[in-house]
Protein backbone atom coordinates (compact mmCIF):
# COMPACT_ATOMS: atom_id res chain seq x y z
CA UNK A 1 0.00 0.00 0.00
CA UNK A 2 1.15 3.37 -1.02
CA UNK A 3 0.85 6.00 1.50
CA UNK A 4 0.56 10.05 0.86
CA UNK A 5 1.55 12.28 3.32
CA UNK A 6 1.16 15.91 3.17
CA UNK A 7 3.05 18.46 4.72
CA UNK A 8 2.80 20.91 6.70
CA UNK A 9 -0.39 20.16 8.30
CA UNK A 10 -1.37 23.69 8.74
CA UNK A 11 0.21 26.59 6.50
CA UNK A 12 -0.08 30.30 7.22
CA UNK A 13 -0.08 32.76 4.96
CA UNK A 14 -0.58 36.43 3.84
CA UNK A 15 -2.87 37.28 1.13
CA UNK A 16 -0.92 38.06 -2.28
CA UNK A 17 1.99 35.78 -1.07
CA UNK A 18 2.82 32.41 -2.26
CA UNK A 19 1.75 29.21 -0.89
CA UNK A 20 3.57 25.73 -1.50
CA UNK A 21 1.68 22.62 -0.64
CA UNK A 22 4.01 19.34 -0.34
CA UNK A 23 2.59 15.90 -0.68
CA UNK A 24 4.77 12.85 -0.57
CA UNK A 25 4.51 9.50 -1.34
CA UNK A 26 6.27 6.37 0.62
CA UNK A 27 7.39 4.52 -3.06
CA UNK A 28 7.69 6.25 -6.59
CA UNK A 29 4.28 6.04 -8.25
CA UNK A 30 3.69 7.73 -11.35
CA UNK A 31 2.03 11.23 -12.24
CA UNK A 32 -1.70 10.03 -11.63
CA UNK A 33 -1.01 12.55 -8.69
CA UNK A 34 -4.69 14.86 -8.31
CA UNK A 35 -4.71 18.01 -5.70
CA UNK A 36 -8.36 19.03 -4.30
CA UNK A 37 -9.71 21.90 -2.84
CA UNK A 38 -12.03 21.48 -0.02
CA UNK A 39 -13.85 24.57 1.88
CA UNK A 40 -15.85 24.42 5.04
CA UNK A 41 -19.72 23.08 4.65
CA UNK A 42 -18.35 22.40 0.73
CA UNK A 43 -17.62 18.91 -1.33
CA UNK A 44 -14.09 18.66 -2.44
CA UNK A 45 -13.47 20.47 -6.03
CA UNK A 46 -10.79 19.23 -8.48
CA UNK A 47 -7.88 21.48 -8.97
CA UNK A 48 -5.11 19.34 -10.79
CA UNK A 49 -4.23 15.96 -12.39
CA UNK A 50 -1.80 14.54 -13.79
CA UNK A 51 0.15 15.86 -10.94
CA UNK A 52 0.13 19.08 -13.00
CA UNK A 53 -2.66 19.77 -15.11
CA UNK A 54 -5.05 22.22 -14.05
CA UNK A 55 -9.01 20.92 -14.25
CA UNK A 56 -11.50 22.88 -15.51
CA UNK A 57 -11.38 26.34 -15.07
CA UNK A 58 -9.34 26.02 -12.16
CA UNK A 59 -7.13 29.72 -11.88
CA UNK A 60 -3.71 29.80 -13.75
CA UNK A 61 -1.97 30.77 -10.26
CA UNK A 62 -2.63 27.20 -9.40
CA UNK A 63 0.08 25.29 -10.44
CA UNK A 64 1.22 21.83 -9.58
CA UNK A 65 4.62 19.87 -10.23
CA UNK A 66 6.74 17.02 -8.68
CA UNK A 67 7.68 13.44 -9.80
CA UNK A 68 8.79 10.38 -8.44
CA UNK A 69 7.79 10.58 -4.32
CA UNK A 70 7.72 14.40 -4.32
CA UNK A 71 4.88 16.45 -4.91
CA UNK A 72 4.08 19.98 -4.94
CA UNK A 73 1.21 22.13 -5.19
CA UNK A 74 1.52 26.04 -5.60
CA UNK A 75 -0.59 28.99 -5.31
CA UNK A 76 1.27 31.78 -6.89
CA UNK A 77 -0.78 35.06 -5.11
CA UNK A 78 -2.89 34.02 -2.74
CA UNK A 79 -6.54 35.30 -2.98
CA UNK A 80 -9.32 35.10 0.08
CA UNK A 81 -11.12 32.41 -1.50
CA UNK A 82 -8.35 30.07 -1.74
CA UNK A 83 -8.16 29.80 2.19
CA UNK A 84 -9.00 26.07 2.17
CA UNK A 85 -7.84 22.39 3.19
CA UNK A 86 -6.47 20.89 0.10
CA UNK A 87 -6.24 16.32 -0.18
CA UNK A 88 -3.65 14.92 -2.68
CA UNK A 89 -4.67 11.54 -4.15
CA UNK A 90 -2.75 8.95 -5.47
CA UNK A 91 -5.46 8.47 -8.39
CA UNK A 92 -4.43 4.64 -9.65
CA UNK A 93 -3.81 3.43 -6.45
CA UNK A 94 -7.22 2.76 -4.94
CA UNK A 95 -7.79 6.68 -4.46
CA UNK A 96 -6.15 6.69 -1.66
CA UNK A 97 -5.76 10.47 -0.09
CA UNK A 98 -3.07 12.29 1.57
CA UNK A 99 -4.42 13.70 5.31
CA UNK A 100 -4.95 17.38 4.11
CA UNK A 101 -3.04 20.92 4.63
CA UNK A 102 -5.08 23.53 6.06
CA UNK A 103 -3.76 27.13 4.47
CA UNK A 104 -4.99 29.86 6.79
CA UNK A 105 -5.20 33.50 6.69
CA UNK A 106 -1.73 34.63 8.90
CA UNK B 1 -24.19 21.16 -16.58
CA UNK B 2 -23.11 18.31 -14.44
CA UNK B 3 -24.83 17.70 -10.90
CA UNK B 4 -25.23 15.18 -8.56
CA UNK B 5 -27.73 15.37 -5.61
CA UNK B 6 -27.54 13.19 -2.24
CA UNK B 7 -30.39 12.27 -0.38
CA UNK B 8 -30.73 10.02 2.50
CA UNK B 9 -29.33 12.17 5.40
CA UNK B 10 -30.14 10.94 8.41
CA UNK B 11 -29.82 9.26 12.19
CA UNK B 12 -29.34 5.81 13.03
CA UNK B 13 -28.78 3.57 16.20
CA UNK B 14 -24.85 1.29 16.12
CA UNK B 15 -26.10 -1.77 14.22
CA UNK B 16 -29.11 -0.32 12.33
CA UNK B 17 -28.81 0.49 8.28
CA UNK B 18 -29.43 3.40 6.32
CA UNK B 19 -29.31 3.49 2.35
CA UNK B 20 -27.98 6.68 0.50
CA UNK B 21 -28.78 7.75 -3.10
CA UNK B 22 -27.67 10.24 -5.30
CA UNK B 23 -29.26 11.02 -8.73
CA UNK B 24 -26.86 12.06 -11.77
CA UNK B 25 -27.68 14.58 -14.16
CA UNK B 26 -25.56 16.26 -17.43
CA UNK B 27 -23.47 13.63 -18.66
CA UNK B 28 -24.13 9.69 -19.89
CA UNK B 29 -24.28 8.35 -16.06
CA UNK B 30 -23.99 4.60 -17.35
CA UNK B 31 -20.76 5.26 -19.44
CA UNK B 32 -18.80 6.53 -15.91
CA UNK B 33 -17.84 4.75 -12.57
CA UNK B 34 -18.96 5.92 -9.85
CA UNK B 35 -17.63 6.45 -5.90
CA UNK B 36 -18.02 6.86 -2.62
CA UNK B 37 -16.30 9.04 -0.38
CA UNK B 38 -16.80 9.65 3.37
CA UNK B 39 -15.76 12.21 5.95
CA UNK B 40 -15.41 11.86 9.46
CA UNK B 41 -16.38 15.05 11.63
CA UNK B 42 -13.16 17.24 11.23
CA UNK B 43 -11.21 14.27 9.50
CA UNK B 44 -9.82 14.33 6.23
CA UNK B 45 -11.33 12.21 3.28
CA UNK B 46 -11.68 8.24 3.30
CA UNK B 47 -12.22 6.66 -0.21
CA UNK B 48 -14.54 3.71 0.56
CA UNK B 49 -16.53 2.06 -2.34
CA UNK B 50 -16.60 2.16 -6.02
CA UNK B 51 -19.21 1.02 -8.64
CA UNK B 52 -18.52 -0.12 -12.27
CA UNK B 53 -19.83 2.05 -15.34
CA UNK B 54 -22.13 -1.33 -15.80
CA UNK B 55 -23.05 -2.49 -12.11
CA UNK B 56 -21.04 -5.54 -12.86
CA UNK B 57 -17.93 -5.04 -10.46
CA UNK B 58 -17.94 -3.45 -7.07
CA UNK B 59 -15.07 -2.05 -4.36
CA UNK B 60 -14.81 -1.57 -0.94
CA UNK B 61 -12.68 -0.14 1.59
CA UNK B 62 -11.62 -2.41 4.39
CA UNK B 63 -13.44 -0.31 6.80
CA UNK B 64 -16.81 -1.23 5.61
CA UNK B 65 -16.21 -4.18 3.65
CA UNK B 66 -19.23 -6.69 4.25
CA UNK B 67 -21.52 -4.07 5.85
CA UNK B 68 -22.25 -1.46 2.74
CA UNK B 69 -23.12 -2.37 -0.50
CA UNK B 70 -22.96 -0.60 -3.17
CA UNK B 71 -25.42 -0.38 -6.62
CA UNK B 72 -26.71 1.51 -9.31
CA UNK B 73 -29.69 1.97 -11.45
CA UNK B 74 -28.27 3.09 -15.42
CA UNK B 75 -31.91 3.63 -16.31
CA UNK B 76 -32.95 5.87 -13.24
CA UNK B 77 -29.34 8.00 -13.37
CA UNK B 78 -29.05 6.65 -9.66
CA UNK B 79 -26.40 5.45 -7.12
CA UNK B 80 -26.45 4.02 -4.25
CA UNK B 81 -25.04 2.88 -1.05
CA UNK B 82 -26.71 0.55 1.69
CA UNK B 83 -24.77 1.06 5.07
CA UNK B 84 -25.67 -2.01 7.30
CA UNK B 85 -24.72 -2.81 11.06
CA UNK B 86 -23.70 0.67 10.95
CA UNK B 87 -21.25 1.89 13.60
CA UNK B 88 -20.62 5.11 15.60
CA UNK B 89 -17.41 5.50 13.65
CA UNK B 90 -19.44 5.45 10.66
CA UNK B 91 -20.89 8.75 11.22
CA UNK B 92 -20.05 11.08 8.67
CA UNK B 93 -20.27 12.99 5.37
CA UNK B 94 -20.78 10.67 2.65
CA UNK B 95 -19.91 12.08 -1.01
CA UNK B 96 -21.07 10.35 -4.11
CA UNK B 97 -18.68 11.34 -6.81
CA UNK B 98 -18.01 10.68 -10.67
CA UNK B 99 -15.28 9.22 -12.01
CA UNK B 100 -12.96 11.49 -14.83
CA UNK B 101 -12.76 8.64 -16.84
CA UNK B 102 -11.75 5.25 -18.00
CA UNK B 103 -8.07 3.71 -17.31
CA UNK B 104 -6.14 5.62 -14.97
CA UNK B 105 -8.59 8.13 -14.32
CA UNK B 106 -11.40 5.44 -12.85
CA UNK B 107 -10.34 6.96 -9.33
CA UNK B 108 -10.29 10.30 -10.49
CA UNK B 109 -13.04 12.61 -8.80
CA UNK B 110 -14.15 15.53 -11.35
CA UNK B 111 -17.79 15.81 -9.84
CA UNK B 112 -18.81 15.49 -6.02
CA UNK B 113 -22.25 15.63 -4.89
CA UNK B 114 -23.10 18.23 -2.10
CA UNK B 115 -22.91 15.45 0.91
CA UNK B 116 -24.97 13.88 3.34
CA UNK B 117 -25.00 13.45 7.03
CA UNK B 118 -25.13 10.60 8.34
CA UNK B 119 -25.21 10.26 12.03
CA UNK B 120 -25.11 7.19 14.21
CA UNK B 121 -26.04 7.10 17.87
CA UNK B 122 -28.09 6.17 20.72
Known amino acids: EILMTQSPATLSVSPGERATLSCRASHTISNTLAWYQQKPGQAPRLLIY???TRATGVPARFSGSGSGTEFTLTISSLQSEDFAVYYCQLYNNWGAFGQGTKLEIK | EVQLVQSGEGLVQPGGSLRLSCVAS????????MHWVRQAPGKGLEYISAITSDGGSTFYADSVKGRFTVSRDNSKNMLYLQMDILRPEDMAVYYCAKAFGGGDYWNLFDYWGQGTLVTVSS
Open chain 2, 26 to 33: GFTFGSYA
Open chain 1, 50 to 52: GAS
